[in-house]
């Protein structure tokens, strides 16, 4: 069975730093499109950031552009999500997700057509 794991979420302050890691189980990541999402308490899972298959293309939500990073690493078979200048609004579910595709680039706007999901890890900014 195909699965996700997400690590590296926890508490931080507001303006502090965290790296999520997206590795899978099961299967190399080396031909999959990957997202990240998040979902506040309350409120609707919302797309952060993905990477095109080959990582050529990325794309971020307009609340984190310049201030999270999103890279993979092929050789260690996992993504890593570097996230800087933290804040509270930041709190929520991180999760990533996957999907095989020969679609050249990544989407964000919408978790559909991501076919293989994490559990999520929590991330909380606050002070």
């Known amino acids: 069975q195909l699965q996700l794991v997400e690590s590296g979420g926890g508490l931080v302050q507001p303006g502090g730093s965290l790296r999520l890691s997206c590795a899978p189980s099961?299967?190399?990541?080396?031909?999959?499109?990957i997202g990240w999402f998040r979902q506040a308490p309350g409120k609707e899972r919302e797309g952060v950031s993905c990477?095109?298959?080959?990582?050529?293309?990325?794309n971020y939500a307009d609340d984190v552009k310049g201030r999270f990073t999103l890279s993979r690493d092929n050789a260690k078979n996992t993504i890593y999500l570097q996230m800087n200048s933290l804040k509270p609004e930041d709190t929520g579910v991180y999760y990533c997700?996957?999907?095989?595709?020969?679609?050249?680039?990544?989407?964000?706007?919408?978790?559909?057509?991501?076919?293989?999901w994490g559990l999520g890890t929590q991330v909380t900014v606050s002070s």
């Open positions: 997700a996957a999907v095989r595709t020969a679609y050249p680039g990544c989407w964000l706007r919408t978790s559909a057509g991501y076919k293989y």
């Open positions: 990477i095109s298959s080959v990582g050529d293309v990325t």
């Open positions: 099961g299967f190399t990541l080396d031909p999959y499109v």
